[in-house]
């Protein structure tokens, strides 16, 4: 049985749900009429949701801005069936409602948790096992900017990457949130980590981070710097976010027996490869996509988690980079700065109940 899920005891609502006291009926959410730009964004209000069957109802504090919010903006990344059709991937809040199957000690909890859509809003449902427990020592804001680049990270440098301690890790986009999660869990677990940036500035701030290389990859070619660092073995492991033409380049750059994960493809859809290398070499290439994975899956990821990672964010070990927190009503304003590339680390969405 997962965290947080479990029998109701008896003397419950009948229904078997719990609500806090004082709910409204309607709640403000951020939505568009059409794909289009940072613009087309425009608060909505909409029915309040009702928990399902293991599901939980947050009160927003705070939700995190992801590439995938921009890419569904745009039109290109619908949300899967039965999925809020409102951007937004990762929330913190406390939680007011509980369904059928949730542990009643979890209502008025403060919780982060990986929701697959309706996080630009005051209120968001959310599997119960999809959600971390709050520490009292973290801000809101920081525990919202935490669930979709950790449990991304977690399950593909480490679980299809195989990660282990002593390897290098090449992650593309430092100063990303998915990078700058993926260069602290790494070292947390004692690898070597390199990065690529854009900038000067962005080479710092990853190499302030922790990451051992930080390469400007404009004026430097991050395959010879890699191979350099590593005294020609490559990287271990690749984290993939381009995709295109950077993927031979990656393949020039992993190791014997290296492993390569694609999670996003900004640099384009299509690659062409030597086989004839990738077979020499032994290597993997692998990707994948969380959002549309099953309820199942990510409870047992985040169950995982939960045990593995978790304590590193309890303790401090990790934080995460925060660059701006806007209102949610300025939501346009958050996209038109992630779209920009000037941000260096997680944009965050601050709602405003009442």
């Not at 390469?215 to 010879?224: H, I, L, P, R, S």
């Amino acid at each position: 049985m997962h965290r947080f899920i479990g029998e109701f005891a008896s003397g419950t609502h009948s229904r078997g749900h719990l609500l806090a006291t004082g709910l409204p009926e309607t709640m403000t959410a951020m939505g568009y009429d059409n794909p289009g730009g940072p613009d087309v964004f425009r608060p909505e209000t909409l029915p309040l949701p009702e928990t399902g069957k293991n599901q939980v109802l947050i009160a927003v504090s705070h939700a995190g801005v992801n590439r995938p919010d921009v890419i569904q903006r745009q039109g290109f990344y619908p949300p899967p069936p039965g999925a809020s059709p409102i951007p937004g991937l990762e929330v913190s809040g406390k939680i007011v409602a509980v369904g059928e199957g949730v542990a009643p000690e979890m209502l008025n909890r403060r919780v982060c948790a990986l929701v697959s859509g309706g996080g630009y809003s005051e209120y968001c449902l959310a599997h119960a096992a999809h959600c971390l427990k709050v520490p009292e020592h973290m801000d809101m804001a920081e525990a919202a900017a935490i669930p979709e680049t950790l449990f991304t990270v977690w399950h593909n440098v480490f679980e299809r990457g195989w990660a282990r301690e002593g390897e290098t890790l090449l992650v593309h986009g430092g100063t990303s949130g998915i990078g700058t999660m993926a260069t602290q869990l790494a070292k947390a677990f004692e690898m070597k980590v390199v990065t690529t940036a854009g900038s000067e500035e962005k080479c710092h701030a990853a190499s302030e981070l922790g990451a051992d290389l930080a390469v400007n990859y404009k004026e430097t070619d991050f395959v010879t710097a890699v191979n350099d660092f590593t005294g020609g073995k490559g990287a271990d492991v690749i984290l993939d976010m381009v995709s295109g033409d950077y993927v031979q380049r990656n393949l020039d750059c992993l190791a014997v027996d290296g492993r390569h994960v694609t999670i996003a493809v900004l640099g384009g859809l299509q690659a062409q490869i030597n086989m004839a290398k990738l077979m020499s070499k032994r290597q993997t290439m692998t990707g994948s996509t969380l959002r549309p994975r099953s309820d199942e899956f990510k409870a047992a990821l985040a169950d995982e988690i939960y045990s593995h990672a978790w304590p590193l964010f309890e303790d401090r070990t990790i934080a995460p980079v925060m660059d701006k927190i806007f209102p949610l009503a300025d939501v346009s304003a958050a996209h038109a700065r992630m779209e920009a590339g000037d941000h260096i680390g997680k944009i965050v969405l601050e709602v405003a109940h009442g």
